[in-house]
């Protein structure tokens, strides 16, 4: 048990960490307002040379097919969707935060990218079933940020991860999430929600981060977005979009039936509509990285 964490080893890991720029966190903050509009989004963009060429260069990337040029960054910006470009702007601005290997998962390079979005377009599917009015992109943001933990615990937990599979399979540990807390001290939830107070998100978003694999504690305003982001997770791991040795070891948590109307088949709809979003996203985002380089 010589491996275990403390939140001051995480908080000093968490420090070093790249900041976000400020445009990156002012989208955020717009993104978690019910009100803000497309040009809220444009305005904080164009005044950023780099980030308007990715965002042109994307949008005029072969994927989308276009047959004129998109030179302006409204018409870029209202074709691409707002997701997308919360996308590459964060893929931007982190470094290569989101595309490390987890060694303490045994994950591939970029397989917590691409989790992350597979994760982001299936919560903000999920939002259109939702029982009471929600908002659909601050699911996706949601989604998107849920497992932003594990870049910081990824490297204190590979010294016990070998161990977790096992307390799962012996039953020791309820599942993943458990085998964290027992083995290391703390869980990559908790360890995301001291990152997002550090990066000062919105407050639903750290709610979401902290709670979504344990949605039913989280606070009952927050909850429906933390049950969003929780099912939005399980779609990745069920479409094998999962980030190493964790997939499919956490528990689904059923007071989902509260907030959203889903059934089966509205499910497969989800995944269905998830893939196709995901592969335009992820093909846009990769040829970028080609153009850059
Ligand atoms: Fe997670
Ligand atoms: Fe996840």
């Known amino acids: ?3 275990r964490i403390t939140f001051e080893n995480v908080r ?3 420090e070093k960490l790249p900041m976000l720029s400020p445009n990156v966190s002012r989208l955020l903050q717009i993104m978690a307002d019910e009100d803000y509009e497309l040009d809220d989004v444009v305005n904080i963009v164009k ?3 780099a980030l308007t060429a990715k965002v042109l260069k994307a949008v005029n990337s072969p994927v989308f097919g276009l047959l004129n040029p998109v030179t302006s960054l409204d018409r870029a910006i209202s074709y691409l969707g707002k997701w997308i470009v919360v996308s590459i702007i964060l893929s931007d601005s982190t470094g290569d935060l989101f595309s490390r290997p987890l060694a303490g998962y045994e994950g591939q390079q970029n397989a917590l990218w ?3 979005l597979f994760a ?3 919560s903000s599917e999920v939002a259109r079933y939702a029982k009471q009015s929600f908002e659909k992109e601050l699911a996706f943001t949601a989604g998107l940020l849920h497992d932003i933990g594990k870049y910081v615990f990824a490297p204190f937990w590979k010294q016990a991860s070998g161990e977790a599979l096992g307390r799962i399979e012996e039953g020791s540990v309820a599942d993943y999430l458990a085998a964290e807390r027992v083995l290391a001290g703390l869980d990559h939830a ?3 929600y001291e990152m997002a107070r550090y990066w000062e998100f919105p407050e639903p978003l750290q709610q979401a981060i902290l709670y979504h694999h344990t949605p039913e504690q989280a606070p009952e305003r927050f909850r ?3 049950y969003a982001a929780h099912l939005g997770d399980m779609c990745a791991m069920m479409a094998g979009c999962d980030t190493g040795n964790d997939g499919m070891q956490y528990q ?3 007071g989902y039936i509260e907030y959203f109307e889903l059934t089966s088949e509205s499910l497969a709809q989800i995944l269905l509509e998830t893939e196709i979003q995901f592969k335009q996203a992820i093909s846009s985002l990769s040829l970028e990285e080609e153009v850059d380089k």
């Open 190 to 192: 908790q360890v995301g």
């Open 114 to 116: 691409r989790h992350d």
């Open 120 to 122: 982001a377009f299936s």
């Open 224 to 226: 429906a977005l933390a």
């Open 47 to 49: 005044y950023d040379a």
């Open 252 to 254: 689904l948590d059923n």
């Open 12 to 14: 000093e890991a968490i």
């Open 1 to 3: 048990m010589e491996s």
